[in-house]
């Protein structure tokens, strides 16, 4: 993975500073772009990473997946709408967020568009709305008054939440009366269990650690509610992609084979592999996340987009008056023809390199 290209934005000027320079890049204008290459003709993607935690395209750097692109690290992101607000305003090549904030971004001007899967759901991988066993709280409509924790407004808790709320019954009048609070993930069990909220937004290792506690259960799972489902995407610039092509596609086969690793390889040598990736990569950060990692949470194949999962967040968006209805269409915000799984070159179901995965 490339550390430091000849020209950099960086986003944590102290971060960047500390990445060794590693090989040696020049600035290219083939067709108008003005992408970073290295000196043996890769494009240098920057982007934002996750402190403690390995994504599907850092894997696929390792694993040897890439033969057109090279990575910066410019920081690690603090939500996933912050991630593709700095894809929008070209800080970093892409990013990663909840689908209906990539709507509400598309719908505001911004001219991204969705590429890969990034993150979802399953049986393993999960959030759960978290209340105190003696709250006394058992449906929705005893959270008219209350208070919700989520990680940030605008993304996967607030329309989760709004969501469920919505189909057990409550008007759009009612829901509006659920305060959305913002509380950081490391102090969601504490603020609801000290009561400064009713309800608390937990997953991964804030999750476990909580239930092992004690005296919390679940009033609500977005599995519950969708069943096992993407709920995140990869987005880049129109204009990168139409500047930078090739880039892209490696970028998307890439990260795709990774992803349909990961949905095929034991934990343990998932959790192997993430912790020599991150020793190797040396920005002092704490391995123990590692010990709740159990799925990715994409449970389609390869990580290909569906229709249904940009759909339904402009459905609600339009039903909740925040977007005129037809404004914007699902089809014109993703693609996946990027994607060896969905285009012809991998049989859908097939491994990391097309080959056949025996049933189990």
């Known amino acids: 993975m490339l550390s430091t290209p000849f020209r950099r934005r960086p986003l944590r000027a102290l971060a960047a500073a500390l990445v060794a320079p590693a090989v040696l890049a020049v600035v290219t204008a083939c067709g108008g772009s003005d992408a970073v290459t290295t000196a043996d003709?890769?494009?240098?993607?920057?982007?934002?990473?996750?402190?403690?935690?390995?994504?599907?395209?850092?894997?696929?750097d390792n694993l040897g997946y890439f033969t057109k692109i090279s990575f910066q690290w410019e920081g690690d992101t603090t939500s996933g709408p912050a991630n593709i607000q700095a894809a929008a305003t070209k800080q970093v090549e892409f990013g990663s967020a909840f689908n209906g904030a990539v709507v509400k971004l598309a719908a505001g001007g911004a001219p991204v568009q969705a590429v890969l899967s990034s993150y979802g759901s399953d049986a393993k991988s999960f959030t759960g709305y978290f209340v105190r066993d003696d709250a006394g709280i058992t449906n929705a409509r005893d959270l008219i008054g209350k208070k919700v924790g989520v990680n940030t407004l605008g993304a996967h808790h607030e329309f989760v939440t709004r969501e469920w709320l919505h189909q057990q019954g409550l008007s759009e009048a009612e829901i509006k009366q659920v305060q959305l609070i913002v509380v950081p993930p490391v102090n969601t069990e504490e603020a609801l269990r000290s009561g400064q909220i009713d309800v608390g937004a937990l997953n991964s290792v804030y999750r476990e650690t909580?239930?092992?506690?004690?005296?919390?259960?679940?009033?609500?799972?977005?599995?519950?509610?969708?069943?096992?489902?993407?709920?995140?995407?990869?987005?880049?610039?129109k204009d990168y992609i139409a500047q930078n092509p090739e880039a892209v596609k490696d970028f998307v086969q890439g990260t795709a084979r990774a992803t349909r690793w990961l949905q095929l390889t034991p934990r343990d040598e998932v959790v192997a592999k993430f912790t020599e990736i991150i020793n190797k990569r040396g920005r002092n950060e704490n391995l123990k996340l590692?010990?709740?990692?159990?799925?990715?949470?994409?449970?389609?194949?390869?990580?290909?987009?569906?229709?249904?999962?940009?759909?339904?967040?402009?459905?609600?968006?339009?039903?909740?008056?925040?977007?005129?209805?037809?404004?914007?269409?699902?089809?014109?915000?993703?693609?996946?023809?990027?994607?060896?799984?969905?285009?012809?070159?991998?049989?859908?179901?097939?491994?990391?390199?097309?080959?056949?995965?025996?049933?189990?």
Do not use: M
């Open 41 to 60: 003709g890769k494009t240098v993607l920057r982007y934002q990473g996750q402190t403690g935690q390995v994504t599907p395209y850092e894997l696929a």
């Open 210 to 237: 909580a239930v092992g506690r004690g005296g919390l259960h679940p009033l609500f799972t977005d599995t519950g509610i969708f069943g096992e489902f993407d709920y995140g995407t990869y987005v880049f610039r």
């Open 290 to 360: 590692l010990d709740y990692w159990r799925s990715l949470g994409i449970p389609v194949p390869g990580a290909v987009i569906a229709d249904k999962e940009i759909q339904i967040w402009i459905d609600w968006l339009e039903r909740n008056g925040e977007l005129p209805k037809g404004k914007i269409a699902a089809e014109d915000l993703f693609t996946n023809k990027d994607n060896p799984y969905a285009n012809g070159t991998y049989p859908p179901a097939s491994g990391p390199t097309g080959e056949v995965v025996a049933a189990k």
